[in-house]
């Protein structure tokens, strides 16, 4: 689940009082004002009503060559004469953080967002300059991200420069900057506001979209070496089902114009769009006797988006396929998405696991054959998925998919990695020590953490080995016994990570005690220490096996200091101190 830095208490803002009535109504402006600043939004409820197409069955005519109509079209419309046409076209993906799954349905609706108009000029003059789709389609993620013309790759502003320099103006500032600037506004007249994170957690999904945004941003500021892999880091594991239900309804833009969008693929293939205009009926003796109206109707192509319906699927933007332009493929370059089965950490596009961890890998061509890396991880074979399971130890492992007809070959790479180390806690500090007033005897009771938290031990057990103490002074009774204190007790048993705590770890239900020093031994008291290097390991959590890993070794020692007085008792980074007169506790 998400994890966030620790926040001072706010005013609830559903509460009462003046103060919360303020903080609640500054945050509802908020949620406002963002909504405004938003490159895009793509409401799911939000499309042209459907219809069903009136007159005779569907049956398009001649290719019309729109494309120079396009170039010099001022708000992403074409007039059309009477008739039935077909359209291929490329689509974009407007929602990085949404699934892609192919054969999908999808209404048409109106494009919304502050950006909605560079998006549609975008899109209606581009079949005119001839250009690399996948270019457009990062220029598109960088605008979605709100990120400045300053900060796009060379590409991408060549093409604001060529295509749309009218927007180009626009597109220097900073989407994000600027509404982190309002909120710091709102916050300096507005007491008890909370914190940036803290209040697009309260302003529903607007929020939310400014936290796709940040994320986005993330991945374009530095993106990985090929558009593959970009690919597959901003696009999410995709179900194979097609969505929605049914054939694809018709949508109707005017009295005279029903368009329709179907696809059966993806975000990275074409799909068609598929548009009736309707003859115009006369409006008047008139208008008969002075001749026919204009039979042409506005057709929309670039101010509309493909909605989906869901949140979980990305909408899409079209632009018509221009005579040579470098549209994506019916079979385009194949790639490789992956997605945890551990919903813990909130990352599931993650590339660093941990060992053992289970991922859900999705090839976007047909059905392949998996293979991978000999380290020790394994996939299932052949599909179009695939689980791959992290090796038991330390790697980085290659799993390649090989489409089974087209032989389309794609690659994704995983770094496995093991537990660090163990995060001791002293439970409830000033009740969990252990000690009689009078005597060295020093210790307390912990919390065990597994870290590190980025990436899902859900799928090893961990446990603590036997190891020997070095003991002196007065601790000489505990030198080379085991730390357990008991002869013929086995090592205990592994213990299973249930769930991550924010800023410690994954925890381990489980207590750990410390605890050495109480001998019936006259003062004055030696001073001395009980100290024990403990080995801890992890093996399979699904499985019977001796096969046990080393990951770490911790340091516990309980001391009587020089000066006869102070003791302490420590096992990681967890202490405690007190004296040998302090008072009991148990």
Not at 108 to 130: C, E, K, Q
Not at 437 to 454: K, M, R
């Amino acid at each position: 689940m998400p994890t966030r830095s620790a926040q001072l208490p706010i005013p609830n803002p559903f509460g009462g009082g003046a103060q919360d009535a303020a903080v609640r109504a500054a945050l509802s402006e908020f949620g406002k004002a963002v909504g405004v600043q938003l490159p895009i939004v793509v409401n799911p409820s939000d499309a042209l009503p459907t219809a069903d197409l009136p007159g005779p069955p569907f049956s398009p005519g001649n290719a019309v060559d729109i494309t120079g109509i396009l170039r010099n079209s001022t708000d992403g419309t074409v007039e059309l004469q009477p008739g039935d046409y077909e359209f291929a076209v490329d689509v974009f993906c407007m929602k990085v953080s949404a699934h892609s799954p192919s054969g999908h349905r999808y209404l048409v609706a109106p494009l919304h967002g502050s950006y909605a108009d560079i998006f549609s000029a975008l899109n209606t003059r581009a079949p005119s300059y001839h250009l690399d789709h996948v270019a457009l389609q990062i220029l598109s993620w960088y605008m979605q991200a709100g990120m400045p013309y300053a900060a796009m790759h060379a590409p991408q502003r060549a093409i604001v420069d060529r295509v749309i320099p009218d927007f180009k103006q626009r597109l220097q500032g900073d989407v994000l900057t600027q509404v982190r600037a309002n909120y710091d506004q709102t916050v300096a007249r507005v007491p008890g506001m909370p914190s940036f994170d803290e209040a697009l957690t309260q302003i529903g999904p607007v929020g939310q979209d400014v936290e796709q945004m940040e994320q986005l941003r993330q991945e374009m500021a530095q993106p990985p070496p090929t558009v593959g892999q970009l690919i597959s880091e901003v696009v999410p594991f995709a179900p194979l089902e097609p969505g929605g239900s049914g054939p694809t309804p018709w949508s109707r833009y005017s009295d005279r114009v029903y368009v329709r969008f179907v696809t059966s693929g993806n975000f990275a293939t074409p799909g068609t769009y598929e548009v009736r205009v309707l003859a115009p009926q006369r409006l008047s003796a008139y208008a008969f006797a002075v001749g026919p109206l204009n039979p042409g109707a506005p057709v929309p192509f670039g101010n509309i988006v493909n909605n989906p319906g869901t949140s979980s699927v990305q909408p899409l933007t079209q632009s018509p396929q221009g005579e040579g332009t470098p549209g994506p493929s019916p079979s385009p370059t194949v790639f490789i998405t992956s997605q945890t089965t551990a919903t813990e950490p909130a990352d599931r596009s993650r590339r660093t696991v941990g060992v053992n961890e289970p991922v859900h890998l999705t090839f976007s061509g047909g059905d392949a054959d998996w293979s991978i890396s000999e380290t020790g991880g394994t996939v299932s074979t052949p599909g179009k998925t695939s689980l791959y399971i992290a090796s038991m130890e330390h790697a980085t492992e290659t799993i390649t998919a090989v489409d089974r007809k087209t032989h389309a070959t794609a690659t994704i790479t995983f770094d496995v990695i093991e537990p660090s180390s163990i995060l001791f806690v002293v439970l409830t500090p000033g009740l969990a020590e252990h000690h009689h007033q009078g005597w060295p005897d020093i210790g307390f009771s912990a919390e065990e953490y597994l870290l590190p938290d980025t990436v899902s031990f859900q799928w090893i057990a961990v446990r603590e080995h036997d190891a020997d103490f070095v003991g002196t002074g007065y601790y000489i009774f505990d030198n080379g016994k085991s730390h357990l204190h008991f002869e013929n007790v086995p090592t205990p048993a592994p213990v299973t990570p249930t769930k991550i705590v924010p800023g410690k770890g994954w925890y381990l239900d489980q207590v750990d005690n410390v605890w050495s020093g109480r001998m019936l031994t006259p003062r004055p008291f030696e001073p001395g220490y009980a100290s024990v290097y403990i080995p801890w390991e992890y093996t399979d959590a699904g499985e019977t096996t001796d096969i046990f890993h080393v990951f770490w070794h911790v340091s516990q020692t309980c001391e009587l200091m020089k000066d006869g007085s102070t003791i302490e008792a420590a096992k990681g980074a967890a202490k405690v101190k007190m004296t040998v007169d302090s008072p009991d506790y148990r």
